[in-house]
């Protein structure tokens, strides 16, 4: 069965770092396309990053300079390293796989991330 | 960037039918055919309903159905039910090679 396991949040003052993980099962991450959306509380989803199974990555306007996916293929596990965090940086995180063609058939439970003083 | 747009609220009886839009521009919608929707109850992850404009994942209730025109989706849900109140989001890849999500609506069955 696929399943995906976020960790890694917490709360975390503004200007701090964080990094969060999602472990897959029953499928290889480093072959997908894998993705992180956020959704800050009482709000919509906002799509954060992507990176193809080439290694090619992306980002929204809101995140670029700051926000840095990765994966590690021996773990099977996909990473955030979110540097530079601000109050509006609050928001559930979830990692999920994107097809290839840009929708999302699994995803985890979220972590959620408090950035605050 | 800029976040599709949606209807903030949708209601409707049950055995109804509703449609939900998702309007974006001809750099995300109106120019590829990868326009996905997302249902999502309270606390719960969203979960896949429609991919590429019509297609349904298995498993996902054929009262679900997608469509797309220009640069406007649409999301509808026939014989409405009381499981169907949640927020449904559309998603569209762009043309810089990044995803955007819709503003969100709420279903709420009267």
């Known amino acids: 069965e696929v399943q995906l396991v976020e960790s890694g949040g917490g709360l975390v003052q503004p200007g701090g770092s964080l990094r969060l993980s999602c472990t897959a099962s029953?499928?290889?991450?480093?072959?997908?396309?894998m993705t992180w959306v956020r959704q800050a509380p009482g709000k919509g989803l906002e799509w954060v990053s992507v990176i193809y199974s080439g290694g090619s990555t992306y980002y929204a306007d809101s995140v670029k300079g700051r926000f840095t996916i990765s994966r590690d293929n021996s773990k099977n596990t996909l990473y955030l390293r979110m540097n530079s965090l601000r109050a509006e940086d609050t928001a559930v995180y979830f990692c999920?796989?994107?097809?290839?063609?840009?929708?999302?058939?699994?995803w985890g439970q979220g972590t959620l991330v408090t950035v605050s003083s | 960037q800029s976040a599709l747009t949606q209807p903030a609220s949708v209601s409707g009886s049950p055995g109804q039918s509703i449609t939900i839009s998702c309007t974006g521009t001809?750099?995300?919608?109106?120019?590829?055919?990868?326009v996905s929707w997302y249902q999502q109850h309270p606390g719960k992850a969203p979960k896949l309903i429609i991919y590429e404009v019509s297609n349904r994942p298995s498993g996902v209730s054929n009262r679900f159905s997608g469509s797309k025109s220009g640069n406007t989706a649409s999301l509808t849900i026939s014989g409405l039910q009381a499981e169907d109140e949640a927020d449904y989001f559309c998603?569209?890849?762009?043309?810089?090679?990044?995803?955007?999500f819709g503003t969100g609506t709420q279903v709420t069955v009267l």
């Open positions: 029953a499928f290889t991450v480093s072959s997908n396309y």
């Open positions: 001809s750099s995300d919608v109106g120019g590829y055919n990868y």
């Open positions: 998603s569209s890849y762009t043309s810089s090679s990044t995803r955007v």
């Open positions: 999920a796989r994107d097809s290839g063609y840009a929708f999302s058939d699994y």
